[in-house]
C-alpha cells in the first residue's frame, strides 16, 4: 500500500526527483561527473550561505557528523544537548575516543547561548557541536545568539548540525562563522535518504590537518582534494546527486525568500489546527521548530491507533513520538514540497480521523 509521509524525515519525495534519479550512470571519475558536480556547486554555495566548497557525502548525515569529530577534535569537545540527536552525537565522540562535555539541558529547551559561553569560557574545549533544529522534540536553537557566544573563542571548531532545517529557513554559515556546517537529503531537501553535504571553513581544514587518526572515507583533506578536481573521494550516490541537481532546480524556481515563507507558513497552519484541537506544543514557547511541530499528546489520544486510521484510510503517516516521548508527543513534519493545499488536506485527514476514533471509543 502506498502512503505520504508527514514524519520528519524521510519524507514524500516527487516524482520529478524520482525521475532525475533514473538517469543513466556515469562514470564517478568521468568528464560527465566533473561537470554534474561543477554545475549544482554554485547552487549549494548559495543556499549554505558560504564561500567554502560543499562537499557531498555518500552517507546519511551522522556519517558526517562521526567525521567531523574525528577531523577536528584534539582536545575536547562540548556538545549542546536538547534531545535524541544531540545525545546520540555526543555518545558518538565517546566511542570515536574523544574527550567530550555533555552540555545537558532538558529535550524541548533550547540550547541556552550563556551556558555555551560559560564553558568555552573554561579554554578546555577546540571545539563545539551544535544541531539547530532538533528533530526529536522539534525544538529551535538560536543559532545566531549561539555563535556570537562562539565566535569569541577563536581557538573552537564550531560544528553545527542542520540537518532538519537546511533549506527552510536562512542560515548563513559564514556571516555566523559556522566551522563545520552539515546536513542531509532526507529532510527539507526532499530527497530520499543517502547523501549529506558538508562545508568545512579553512579553519576546519588547517585544524583537520593536524589531527592523525582522521580515517579516510569521512577525511576532510580528501574530501577537499577531491573537490578541486570536481570529483569525491570514492565512488558516490550518483542518483542522488542528479535528484539533488533536479532539486536545486526546484529550489531556484521557487525563489528561496517564497521558500522560506512557505515553510513558515505551513508550520504555522499544522500547529494553530492542533494548538485549537487543545494539543500543547511540546518545546518551549518561541522555541518550536519551522520545519515540523512537536506536540504535547495532552489529549492522551492513542497515538497508535491514530496512524494506523490515517495509514489505512487516509494514506498517510504522521510520527508518534521519538525515543523516550513515544506516545507522550507526536510529530509532523511540513518539511519538502508542501503545499497549501497537501497541508489542508493532511487537516482533513486528522479531523475525520479523530473523529473516527472517537466514534468507535
Ligand atoms: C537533527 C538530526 N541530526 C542528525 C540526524 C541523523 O541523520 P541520519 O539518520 O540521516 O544519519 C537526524 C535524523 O533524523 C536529525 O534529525
Given at each position: 500500500?502506498?502512503?505520504?509521509?508527514?514524519?520528519?524525515?524521510?519524507?514524500?519525495?516527487?516524482?520529478?526527483?524520482?525521475?532525475?534519479?533514473?538517469?543513466?550512470?556515469?562514470?564517478?571519475?568521468?568528464?560527465?561527473?566533473?561537470?554534474?558536480?561543477?554545475?549544482?556547486q554554485?547552487?549549494?554555495?548559495?543556499?549554505?550561505?558560504?564561500?567554502?566548497?560543499v562537499?557531498?557525502?555518500?552517507?546519511?548525515a551522522?556519517?558526517?557528523?562521526?567525521?567531523?569529530?574525528?577531523?577536528?577534535?584534539?582536545?575536547k569537545?562540548?556538545?549542546?544537548?536538547?534531545?535524541?540527536f544531540?545525545?546520540k552525537?555526543h555518545?558518538?565522540?565517546?566511542?570515536?575516543?574523544?574527550?567530550?562535555?555533555?552540555?545537558?539541558?532538558?529535550?524541548?529547551?533550547?540550547?541556552?547561548?550563556?551556558?555555551?559561553?560559560?564553558e568555552?569560557?573554561?579554554?578546555?574545549?577546540?571545539?563545539?557541536?551544535?544541531?539547530?533544529?532538533?528533530t526529536?522534540?522539534?525544538?529551535?536553537?538560536?543559532?545566531?545568539?549561539?555563535?556570537a557566544?562562539?565566535?569569541?573563542?577563536?581557538?573552537?571548531v564550531?560544528?553545527v548540525?542542520?540537518?532538519?532545517?537546511f533549506?527552510?529557513?536562512?542560515?548563513?554559515?559564514?556571516?555566523l562563522?559556522?566551522?563545520v556546517?552539515?546536513?542531509?537529503?532526507?529532510?527539507?531537501?526532499?530527497l530520499?535518504?543517502?547523501?549529506?553535504?558538508?562545508?568545512?571553513?579553512?579553519?576546519?581544514?588547517?585544524?583537520?590537518?593536524?589531527i592523525?587518526?582522521?580515517g579516510?572515507?569521512?577525511?576532510?583533506?580528501?574530501?577537499?582534494?577531491?573537490?578541486?578536481?570536481?570529483?569525491?573521494?570514492s565512488?558516490?550516490?550518483?542518483?542522488?546527486i542528479?535528484?539533488?541537481?533536479s532539486k536545486?532546480e526546484?529550489?531556484?524556481?521557487?525563489?528561496?525568500?517564497?521558500r522560506?515563507?512557505r515553510?513558515a507558513?505551513l508550520?504555522?497552519?499544522?500547529?494553530?489546527?492542533a494548538l485549537?484541537?487543545?494539543?500543547k506544543?511540546?518545546?518551549?514557547?518561541?522555541?518550536g521548530?519551522?520545519?515540523?511541530?512537536?506536540?504535547?499528546?495532552?489529549?492522551?489520544?492513542?497515538?497508535?491507533?491514530?496512524?494506523?486510521?490515517?495509514?489505512?484510510k487516509h494514506?498517510?503517516?504522521?510520527?508518534g513520538?521519538?525515543?523516550?516521548?513515544?506516545?507522550?508527543?507526536?510529530?509532523?513534519?511540513?518539511?519538502?514540497?508542501?503545499?497549501?493545499?497537501?497541508?489542508?488536506?493532511?487537516v482533513q485527514?486528522?479531523?475525520?480521523?479523530?473523529?473516527?476514533?472517537?466514534?468507535?471509543?
Amino acid at each position: 500500500m502506498s502512503y505520504k509521509l508527514f514524519i520528519p524525515g524521510p519524507i514524500a519525495v516527487s516524482e520529478k526527483t524520482l525521475c532525475a534519479m533514473t538517469q543513466p550512470m556515469i562514470g564517478h571519475r568521468s568528464a560527465d561527473f566533473v561537470a554534474l558536480y561543477q554545475a549544482i556547486q554554485p547552487d549549494l554555495q548559495a543556499l549554505v550561505y558560504t564561500r567554502d566548497p560543499v562537499y557531498l557525502s555518500t552517507s546519511s548525515a551522522f556519517g558526517a557528523m562521526e567525521g567531523a569529530l574525528r577531523n577536528l577534535v584534539k582536545k575536547k569537545v562540548l556538545c549542546c544537548m536538547n534531545g535524541a540527536f544531540a545525545d546520540k552525537w555526543h555518545d558518538v565522540a565517546l566511542r570515536c575516543g574523544k574527550q567530550a562535555t555533555a552540555l545537558k539541558c532538558d529535550w524541548g529547551q533550547p540550547v541556552d547561548p550563556a551556558a555555551v559561553r560559560k564553558e568555552l569560557a573554561t579554554g578546555a574545549y577546540d571545539a563545539i557541536t551544535l544541531i539547530h533544529n532538533e528533530t526529536s522534540c522539534g525544538c529551535m536553537s538560536d543559532l545566531p545568539a549561539i555563535m556570537a557566544m562562539v565566535r569569541e573563542f577563536p581557538e573552537v571548531v564550531s560544528i553545527v548540525d542542520t540537518v532538519s532545517s537546511f533549506s527552510a529557513l536562512a542560515i548563513k554559515k559564514d556571516e555566523l562563522g559556522i566551522d563545520v556546517f552539515i546536513t542531509g537529503s532526507q529532510k527539507a531537501l526532499a530527497l530520499p535518504p543517502g547523501l549529506s553535504l558538508i562545508s568545512a571553513s579553512k579553519k576546519a581544514l588547517a585544524r583537520a590537518a593536524t589531527i592523525a587518526d582522521r580515517g579516510y572515507y569521512f577525511d576532510f583533506l580528501e574530501f577537499h582534494k577531491n573537490h578541486e578536481g570536481g570529483m569525491t573521494t570514492s565512488t558516490p550516490v550518483i542518483s542522488l546527486i542528479y535528484a539533488l541537481k533536479s532539486k536545486l532546480e526546484d529550489i531556484k524556481a521557487e525563489g528561496v525568500e517564497a521558500r522560506y515563507a512557505r515553510h513558515a507558513r505551513l508550520n504555522k497552519q499544522v500547529r494553530d489546527w492542533a494548538l485549537a484541537k487543545g494539543f500543547k506544543l511540546f518545546p518551549k514557547e518561541g522555541c518550536g521548530s519551522v520545519t515540523l511541530n512537536c506536540f504535547a499528546n495532552t489529549r492522551n489520544v492513542d497515538l497508535v491507533a491514530l496512524n494506523n486510521v490515517l495509514k489505512t484510510k487516509h494514506g498517510l503517516v504522521i510520527d508518534g513520538g521519538y525515543g523516550k516521548l513515544k506516545g507522550k508527543t507526536f510529530r509532523i513534519s511540513n518539511m519538502g514540497d508542501e503545499t497549501d493545499a497537501t497541508i489542508v488536506a493532511l487537516v482533513q485527514a486528522l479531523n475525520a480521523a479523530l473523529t473516527e476514533m472517537s466514534r468507535s471509543a
